[in-house]
């Protein structure tokens, strides 16, 4: 699979951004999908990641209840709604895949993201 990150941009603290991963390639509802970002100077860092229906999604602490992670099996498109953002979102932010067919690594923790994006940038101004 092949993934294309696009919908990054300057945005003033407060505001928000849609960021769109499209895939290429079929089966795409059979991989679970996450977003990273790498900020400057900062490791990087697993935001969201959904499962391969949909029916099960992560985030991590710092984007609870701020960002969204949804997709469009039909449109091989995963989507990250940032909103409330914040300077500290500032960062490169990559979309990635984990072939995941049975939800088994999914659902027991382990989604290993194997395929990956060009990142977007994403510079949020105070």
């Known amino acids: 699979v092949q993934l294309q990150a696009s919908g990054g941009g300057l945005v003033q603290a407060g505001g928000s951004l849609r960021l769109s991963c499209a895939a290429s390639?079929?089966?795409?509802?059979?991989?679970?999908m996450g977003w990273f970002r790498q900020g400057p100077g900062k490791e990087r860092e697993y935001v969201a990641g959904?499962?391969?229906?949909?029916?099960?999604?992560y985030y991590a602490d710092s984007v609870k209840g701020r960002f969204t992670i949804s997709r469009d099996n039909a449109k091989n498109t995963v989507y990250l709604q940032m909103n409330s953002l914040k300077p500290e979102d500032t960062a490169v932010y990559y979309c990635?895949?984990?072939?995941?067919?049975?939800?088994?690594?999914?659902?027991?923790?382990?989604?290993?993201?194997?395929?990956w994006g060009q990142g977007t940038q994403v510079t949020v101004s105070s």
């Open positions: 390639g079929r089966r795409f509802s059979y991989y679970a």
């Open positions: 990635a895949a984990d072939w995941d067919p049975t939800g088994s690594s999914w659902y027991e923790g382990l989604p290993v993201y194997d395929y």
């Open positions: 959904i499962s391969w229906n949909g029916d099960s999604t």
